[in-house]
């Protein structure tokens, strides 16, 4: 049964007092923020376009093959073994993350939520055949699977969107499964199924709602998950193709070079480190927050 509204205005005013003292999801949340207008406004603040290759951003120093730039005040974060701005990249690079991240994981908890509400609510055969096949799909390590149906597919950005869309959904199915088997024993449920409600409207006016702050929960840590996926893909080669600026690629291109140029593993590592670890606290704080049974002090 969904909550009263004025039951629900109020759980939801607690939820934001919880949050608002976590002072780390906070700080989380606003770094999202960030990186939301960052990939939004990409075109207006890159100083460079991230494809395009300059004469003066390599020096030469004397060798066959010339070299990268340190940061400067043209190149404020150097510039790539092809003479490209490196700040522009990694800017542009965060719309690729985030496009990856939100509709990958979008798609997986799509696909969980169906899977795992229908197997928890029928039970019997189907819940068994959907459980069995969420079973054999989680038992291959989740990069492996990844790889294999990328290998088969030609990789695009829409490609790894649709893989890994593909590959984590069973996670978040097996956690939807738990709750949905224990909230259809509650009250609310033998209830509307005594004055005959259907099934359909049982699961999306009964069910869901109580299934909501999970899936928001699994939503932002799940977009960290995603964007470190989309990370390793790149980084083999076989995630998002030049001339798409990825972190995880511009890592793998710049390794090379790590000793004489450290800037391009640097500041890629580190923003895809800053981006998990904010979509992290923002989801430990949601979880706090939103759970009843939370103690804080």
Known sequence: MAIPGGEEQSYLRLAWRRLRRD???????????????????APWIAPHS???????????????????????????????PNGRDLLSRILYGTRVSLLVGVLANGLALTIGTC?????????????????????????FPTLLLAIALVAILKPSIWIIILVIGLVYWTWIARVVY???????????????????????????RHLLPHLLPTLI??????????????????????????????????????????????????????????????????????RDALDPYQKRS
């Open 115 to 139: 899977v795992g509400a229908v197997a928890g609510y029928f039970g019997g055969w189907v819940g068994a055949i959907l459980m069995r096949l969420t079973d054999i799909l989680m038992a």
């Open 217 to 286: 929960v699994w939503g932002t840590l799940g977009i960290a998950t995603n964007v470190m996926l989309e990370a390793a893909l790149s980084y083999l080669g076989i995630g998002v193709q030049p001339p798409d600026p990825s972190w995880g690629q511009m890592i793998s291109s710049g390794q090379r070079f790590y000793r004489s140029a450290p800037w391009l593993v640097l500041y890629p590592g580190l923003a895809i480190a800053l981006t998990v670890f904010s979509f992290n606290l923002l989801g430990d704080g949601l």
């Open 50 to 80: 991230p494809s395009e290759q300059f004469a003066e951003g390599l020096s030469d120093n004397g060798l066959p093959v010339p070299s990268t730039l340190p940061g400067s005040a043209r190149f404020l974060l150097g510039t790539d």
């Open 178 to 204: 738990g709750q949905v088997v224990a909230l259809r024993e509650r009250e609310f449920i033998e209830a509307a199924h005594a004055v005959g409600a259907p099934r359909r409207r049982i699961i999306m």
């Open 23 to 41: 002072r780390l999801a906070l700080l989380g949340g606003l770094f999202v923020i960030l990186l939301i207008i960052v990939a939004l406004a």
